[in-house]
């Protein structure tokens, strides 16, 4: 079905206002993601209502500070580990236990001790994520 000029836009136009590339696009059109429609040239042309779908985001939490990290785990130091310059603190939050490599002088900056109130903020670009239980 084609569709009248000014209506749609073509995948360069679309790529831009998502933010994304046009083999995005493409990709996405091929797995029925997005709804492109042929012109008379045979060009593919996103819809505008499917561009504003596609732009619509879900709400992100927001961590009301001037921290950039979202991952934060409040929790109490149940062990501090100083060998050297280095020292391994582990923190129980809630049913989980995070596990920080850090220097010796932010232990002793920071008062870190077993029992100690403390927040582990985790910003990474690595995160693996197992599907299922227990690891």
Do not use: C, Y
């Not at 083999?23 to 060009?43: H, P, V």
């Not at 280095?86 to 920080?100: D, N, Q, S």
């Amino acid at each position: 079905m084609l569709r009248q000029m000014g209506a749609d836009l073509s995948l360069g136009a679309a790529a831009k206002q998502l933010g994304v590339s046009v083999d995005t696009l493409r990709r996405w059109d091929r797995g029925g993601k997005l709804q492109t429609e042929r012109d008379a040239n045979g060009n593919r042309r996103v819809p505008v209502a499917e561009v504003e779908r596609l732009r619509t985001t879900p709400e992100r939490h927001r961590t009301g500070d001037e921290l950039s990290t979202r991952n934060r785990f409040p929790g109490r130091v149940v062990s501090v580990e100083v060998d050297g310059v280095m020292a391994l603190v582990e923190i129980e939050a809630g049913p989980h236990r995070v596990t920080a490599a850090i220097t010796r002088d932010s232990v002793e900056e920071l008062g870190l001790a077993e029992g100690v109130e403390a927040t582990a903020l985790v910003k990474a670009t690595s995160v693996m994520i197992q599907r299922g239980g227990e690891a």
